[in-house]
């Protein structure tokens, strides 16, 4: 087989970037380990900045999120037992859509092969090689036999165990970490949002965060330990801990109803620099991973491809490598940016470890000046509906 560009992995980066470098007419022929089934039922991100949702509709895959994503104009910060609204809309002008990654996954899936574009679902044992020639090659199993791939360029779209970074060799990649020394317990419930917005919880019991998916489910989740097994969860428990944590003096609480899905995410922040090798350029969880709480995972992954394929467009328009030459000093900017903020909502809102007094009236008190001030309150809102994602780049109009 030959392509322009080689796409490993089909999650929101690899999809995004196949379907923005076919708008430009370069070919690509995307790579995926599972099956779509499985991958089209990962309950995963749920929340799309302002430029993701536009950059969604500009390209033509925005219809079913228009119609069923719900825009959201505020989130809300609770402590103390009250609520506290962040005014996203008024502070920036923009709103967020809430929208399932499943259902975005879904939507350019559906695009790419109502289109007859090349995807290939249960692609087994992807090596690649040649990535500091101009011929890198890609090997993988599908349906018993062995296939080889020859392209430009391989995009590692792969996530965070994938094996393109692995294929970097030593000594070329640095890797920046920083583990919680707590987790996520999520869970998708049938029950009707018990809020319009999303809730934010700092409870001396540790974090909790009330999101949607439609109206008739919720989205839900606790801080629980890093080691947590969700075995120790049955679903009363949770819903009494979630009520604890939710529950406010407004008379706010969550509804209950069928869990339809939980598990475990851990927490950690990981940036691996650059983010290319010759001709593999990594993008998305491939090179980076923030903690859930600013909302940023799937948005910043679809920010770098967007980079990417106004780099690539360009080259094969016109030979111009400049936008190549700095794709990873590009998107790293953007990527520490989110990372900071990403890091700077997980510990504003989580209980440390030791729960030290000291550490939770520090952050009441910060919780405090970014409910009351202007300044703080916009600097929140700025980043949490999304840096300005640069559309042209992406060769957009
Ligand atoms: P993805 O991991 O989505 O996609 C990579 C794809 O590559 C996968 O389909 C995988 O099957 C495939 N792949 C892997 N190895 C391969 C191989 N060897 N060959 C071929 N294909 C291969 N972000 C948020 O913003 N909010 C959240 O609430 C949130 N919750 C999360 C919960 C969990 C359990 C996880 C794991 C992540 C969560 N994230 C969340 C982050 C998540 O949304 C990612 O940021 C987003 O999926 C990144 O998209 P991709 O970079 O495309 O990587
Ligand atoms: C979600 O709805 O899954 C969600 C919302 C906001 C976050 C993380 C997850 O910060």
Not at 165 to 190: E, F, I, K, M, N
Request: some cysteine; charged content about 25%.
């Amino acid at each position: 087989m030959r392509t322009d560009v080689a796409i490993v992995g089909a999650g929101p980066a690899g999809l995004v970037l196949a379907h923005l470098l076919a708008r430009a007419g370069i070919g690509s022929v995307v790579l995926e380990t599972h099956s779509r089934e499985h991958v089209e039922s990962r309950v995963r991100a749920g929340v799309l900045e302002a430029g993701t949702a536009d950059l969604l509709e500009r390209t033509g895959v925005g219809d079913r999120m228009r119609q069923q994503g719900m825009i959201h104009r505020g989130i809300e910060l609770s402590f103390g037992g009250r609520r506290h609204r962040v005014d996203l809309a008024g502070l920036t002008g923009r709103t967020i859509t809430v929208y399932g990654q499943q259902e975005v996954v879904r939507d350019l899936i559906a695009a790419r092969l109502g289109a007859g574009l090349p995807l290939i679902f249960d692609a087994k044992s992807v090596r690649l090689s040649g990535l500091d020639t101009s011929a890198p090659l890609v090997r993988f199993r599908h349906d018993g036999e062995e296939v080889e791939l020859t392209a430009d360029v391989v995009a590692g779209c792969d996530g965070h165990h994938g094996v393109c970074r692995q294929a970097v060799p030593d000594g070329v990649l640095r890797t920046y970490r920083r583990d919680y020394p707590y987790a996520w317990l999520g869970v998708l419930a049938q029950a009707p949002p018990a809020s319009e917005e999303l809730v934010y919880t700092r409870h001396e019991r540790g974090f909790a965060l009330f999101s949607m998916r439609s109206p008739a489910v919720t989205r839900l989740y606790l801080q629980v330990a890093p080691d947590e097994d969700v075995a120790g969860w049955p679903d009363e428990r949770i819903w009494a801990e979630l009520h604890r944590r939710l529950r406010t003096n407004d008379g706010f609480d969550v509804h209950e109803g069928d869990v339809l899905e939980k598990g475990v995410t851990p927490m950690r922040s990981v940036v691996t620099e650059p983010m290319r090798y010759g001709r593999l350029f990594l993008a998305g969880d491939a090179a980076h991973i923030v903690p859930p709480t600013g909302a940023k995972g799937m948005n910043l992954a679809i920010a770098d491809v967007a980079v990417l394929a106004g780099a690539l467009v360009t080259w094969y328009a016109t030979g111009d490598e400049a936008g190549l030459a700095a794709y990873s000093r590009t998107c790293l900017r953007r990527v520490w940016r989110v990372q900071h903020f990403s890091w700077w909502m997980t510990s504003m809102l989580h209980a440390t470890d030791r729960d030290d007094p000291y550490e939770h009236r520090l952050q009441l008190a910060q919780l405090d000046s970014v409910t009351q001030s202007l300044a703080y309150a916009t600097s929140l809102a700025e980043n949490y509906v999304g840096l300005p994602l640069d559309c042209a780049a992406a060769g957009l109009p």
